[in-house]
């Protein structure tokens, strides 16, 4: 065992406070070492295992602080070499570079999260690994250990395994398997959808693959674009059909790690950059990170690529519109049709007196006999009460049909009128009931079927105002309690 001086840069401790913001985030600079140790290694085979250790008092049930271990097959480091981190972390020249999870200013990070860290590493198989001990209480006197042969962790195949020793209290409820899963799955979303190694957590079961980010939508542009000297850019963007809050294009830089979304940037805080009907992502490993690495260098790289976004926005707000328009009329249309259905069943409930149809009883499947069923007795319509006329038979009407029009001067007030020459009901789609209405499916259903009772009894009663309202009111309670299932599939 031997002690080593921690000599960390000017403000390498002000730059972790803006790199390290969250939980989260200081966890993420563990898992950013791990990527770059597989990418310096060139491992085809990479892989990152996360394991979260919890344990629990034996008469409560309250969770103790969590161990978590970020095990990896990377390039590992030899006792001379981890020696040489924590004596160099975030020296001023490196603190410049900084890109991803180098330069040892991340393994401060766990300070943040845990009272102290493992650094269990070796450069080779079947070689002595050794062991990096970090402890908070030891930050001020900038003391670490650099361990032989650690009675607590030890390693024979290359790579390296950090273990977070005694999760802090107060940090252990945002460090769930779900919240690492999906931080992660962000973050890394670009190396993981292509493969550049694998990502795999576990508590107290088996493994679960750590999924990239799935993009929403439509695809709406998927290509490479040059910068010029060898240098290039891929993007891959959705259009979404409406606004999503958590929509967003990132951007990622070297090695497909997550700089920040591209509306963080100021010059990308407009349309179609900042319209949340837009996701996905911008990746150019040649952009340098920020010291903080919240942001970009804004180099001659930044500025080939910003000049090739820019020339894309035109396109961008065009197919955003497209995606829109198209998914409007399919959405109005499948409303539609559901109504229209409705409409049919409701004739029939009322030409039964009130009582459904039963249901067929389903046939198996895959049996060749079907057996005989007993025969039901016929639905009987409900009796009416002494004195109370007869309903008349319910004519089959025309069922629902909708078209969205721009009313004439004459008819802008009102919510819709009967085309009596095509045999249409056309709804105002510009009236305030409308345009409140359509944004959600349910509510814009039930208005549709309004507007159908409203011009049926228009042709029966329109004549007779107290009448027509009488019966609209009357059909609409009779609707209510249906309605129910039709509106259970929108």
């Not at 769930?176 to 890394?188: A, D, H, N, Q, Y």
């Not at 995606?323 to 009322?350: G, K, P």
């Not at 409308?434 to 499916?441: G, P, W």
Request: charged share 25%.
């Amino acid at each position: 065992m031997a002690e080593v001086k921690l000599q960390t840069g000017t403000g390498v401790f002000e730059v972790l406070a803006h790199v390290c913001r969250s939980p989260l985030e200081a966890f993420r600079q563990f898992v950013e070492n791990s990527a770059d140790a597989i990418e310096q290694a060139a491992e085809k085979e990479g892989f990152i295992r996360i394991t979260l250790e919890r344990k629990k008092a034996p008469d409560s049930r309250e969770s103790l602080p969590v161990n978590i271990s970020v095990q990896d097959n990377g390039i590992g480091m030899s006792q001379d070499k981890a020696r040489q981190v924590v004596q160099t972390i975030g020296d001023s020249e490196k603190l410049n570079l900084v890109l991803r999870g180098e330069k040892g200013i991340g393994l401060l990070a766990f300070a943040q999260i845990a009272t102290e860290l493992h650094l269990c590493t070796t450069p080779a198989a079947d070689t002595s690994s050794v062991c990096l001990v970090l402890k908070k209480e030891w930050l001020r006197s900038g003391l670490a250990q650099i361990v032989e042969q650690c009675p607590l962790h030890s390693r024979s195949k290359r790579g390296t395994t950090a273990y977070l020793m005694d999760i802090l209290p107060a940090v252990a409820s945002q460090l769930t398997k779900s919240r690492i899963k999906e931080c992660l799955g962000r973050e890394f979303a670009n190396d993981l959808r292509h493969n550049m190694y694998s990502m795999l957590i576990r508590d107290d079961n088996r493994y679960e693959p750590i999924e990239p980010q799935r993009f929403r939508g439509i695809s709406a542009l998927t290509t490479t674009i040059s910068l010029g000297s060898h240098r290039y850019a891929s993007l891959e963007l959705y259009a979404l059909p409406m606004e999503v809050p958590d929509a967003a294009v990132s951007l990622y830089g070297r090695g497909g790690t997550r700089v920040c979304h591209l509306i963080d940037i100021e010059e990308f805080k407009k349309r179609p950059w900042s319209d949340q009907r837009l996701e996905g992502y911008v990746r150019c490993d040649w952009l340098k990170r920020t010291a903080d690495k919240t942001a970009v260098v804004q180099d001659e790289i930044y500025f080939a690529l910003a000049r090739e976004l820019h020339a894309m926005e035109p396109r961008l707000e065009e197919q955003l519109q497209t995606v829109a328009r198209e998914y409007e009329v399919q959405r109005m249309d499948q409303i539609v049709r559901r109504v229209d259905t409705f409409i049919s069943r409701f004739l029939r409930y009322l030409e039964s007196g009130g009582v459904l149809p039963e249901p067929r009883p389903a046939l198996a499947a895959q049996s060749s006999v079907v057996e005989e069923q007993p025969t039901a007795p016929p639905t009987q319509p409900k009796p009416r009460a002494a004195g109370q006329p007869a309903r008349p038979r319910t004519p089959h009407v025309p069922l629902l049909r909708v078209e969205l029009s721009s009313p004439t001067e004459q008819m802008a007030p009102y919510r819709s009128w009967y085309d009596t020459d095509t045999g249409v009901i056309r709804i105002n789609r510009e009236h305030t009931n409308f345009l409140k209405a359509e944004r959600d499916n349910r509510q814009c259903a039930w208005y549709l079927f309004n507007i159908w009772v409203k011009e049926r009894l228009l042709a029966e009663y329109g004549s007779d105002a107290a009448k027509l309202a009488d019966e609209m009111v009357g059909l609409l309670t009779e609707a209510e309690p249906l309605f129910g299932q039709l509106l259970a599939r929108l």
